[in-house]
């Protein structure tokens, strides 16, 4: 390994990919979608008027645009649809009692189709309610259930997915979870040095060690900054009572205990035989509060694939996300060992230094 650490061209690769990353990950558009619409609730038996905003839409294309409403396997199509511009338009609906009787829920997804954005949809954008705010309403020419009929269902365009909630900070996608990959085979690598020197007694495997715990300090302070940012963004708060995070810091703080526990000790050979042990115990402990105790289903999470909630779906993590996502993971991975490089070479010359 320590050969390999000398050699460069993993770290022409390592620039590569994250220039790739970097570049790809933020001129990439992201897919039409549906921001909101407004009111976004409605009454039986009236029709209504409301307005639809979308995000990266073409509502102004070539081609006939269609507006429907979905509950269950019922469509419910707009009686009358002003185009305003590309990612605005103007609908009225009009449903009737009857057609809705059999309902399961009150719910209802606002679907828009035309021919450059495919289809695009608002869950449960439309809530039906017995009394409606104020609003402009008209009481006659309901509808009824209408047959559906596309001719392009899906964005031909290369896009990344749009998401209600992440909106542009899917990107974040490139940086905050492939860091903590990163972390996590930085410290299974110090872990391995830490066996290494307790096998062999070996102190440039043990130096190795403390320095990848460095380096995995470094890539989990930044994934927790960009977590945090991104859990203002979308939960509302840089920190909730969240299980991951929380287990996140714990994790940090357990390394940043390591640290300390290495510069309290003065004879070098107990301070690499204790900092081992501790080492191989803690990596433990960290995979048990990050992967362990927030996949549990008694616990309550807002991370993906943890607490109970489902893990990244086909939709989440699309086929253009994965060509960014997984070379993210191996440059931030090479990054980190790239950095383990350079510190271990620079204590090698100090060490060298203070022999002469």
Known sequence: MQHFLYKSWW???????????TIGGLLVPLS?????????????????????????????TEGKLQVFLKSDTNYFCASHIVIVSPTEAEISFG???????????????????????????????LTLVSS??????????????CRVEVENNKFEGIAFPYREILYESVRNTFYHVPMWFGMMFLLLLSTYYSIRYLASG??????????????????????????????????????????????????VMIYVAYIILRGSIEDELRRAKVSAVYNIFAVVVFILFIFIIPRLPQTESLHPG?????????????????????????GWALLGLWLLSIMFRIRKLEAQLEIS
């Open 11 to 21: 770290k022409w690769l390592c620039a590569a990919i994250l220039l790739y990353i």
């Open 32 to 60: 039409p979608g549906i921001i909101s619409i407004s009111p976004s609730v409605f009454i039986p038996d009236t029709i209504q008027k409301f307005t639809i905003r979308g995000y990266n839409t073409h509502f102004n």
């Open 95 to 125: 449903i009737s009692s009857e057609s809705i009787a059999t309902a399961m829920d009150n719910n209802y997804d606002v679907i828009v189709n035309n021919k450059t954005d495919g289809t695009v949809a608002l869950r449960e954008g």
């Open 132 to 145: 409606a705010p104020d609003s402009n309403t008209d009481s006659s020419s309901v509808i009824t259930p």
């Open 202 to 251: 070996n102190m440039d495997a043990d130096l190795l060690a403390s320095l990848s715990v460095i380096v995995a300090l470094i890539f989990g302070i930044l994934g927790l900054l960009t977590g945090m940012t991104w859990a203002n963004y979308t939960w509302g708060e840089p920190w909730p009572n969240d299980p991951k995070l929380n287990g996140a810091a714990i994790g």
């Open 306 to 330: 943890n607490g109970g909630n489902p893990a990244f779906s086909k939709y989440d993590l699309d086929s253009i996300l994965r060509l960014f996502f997984y070379p993210a993971v191996i």
